[in-house]
């Protein structure tokens, strides 16, 4: 097989799985917070609706790294793509630039605010709700 090719589909290979993993990584966030919703309602201590900001917090952060490198390794699919096909060493060694501007500005991105943002704001809502329910009722 063309050596060329196979690298390419190496280098597709991690940014397959890098993109299954943030993937996961929303359902798991997603089932957590839920979970935790859940124990604060069903129990009589709302602070577990606060520790929901933790995974919620966590995940978006993680979620970036996921996203930092992935976009290395498009970066190098595209050097492995344009490179000639005689030069190909099977070399999976990335750029990783400014390391942590590549996260934040990752972790910043449209998509990743979207949903994040999101979750933290339901999760906020949910402290709201909480805390002005106690109030009536205190």
Known sequence: M??????LEFVQGVV?????NSFLLKGWSIILIS?????????ADKGFALLAYIPGIAFWGLDGYFLAL?????????KVRATDKDSIDFLMVID???G????????????L????????????????VYVVKAQITA
């Open 96 to 98: 990783k630039g400014q």
């Open 70 to 78: 992935e976009r290395c390794y498009r970066k190098l699919y595209d």
């Open 16 to 20: 397959n799985r890098l993109s299954t």
């Open 2 to 7: 063309d050596a060329k090719l196979k690298h």
């Open 35 to 43: 979970a935790l919703f859940a124990l604060s309602a069903k129990d």
């Open 100 to 111: 942590w501007k590549n996260w934040l500005k990752a972790t910043l991105s449209r998509t």
């Open 113 to 128: 605010i979207v949903f994040h943002g999101a979750v933290l704001v339901a999760i906020t809502a949910v402290v709201v």
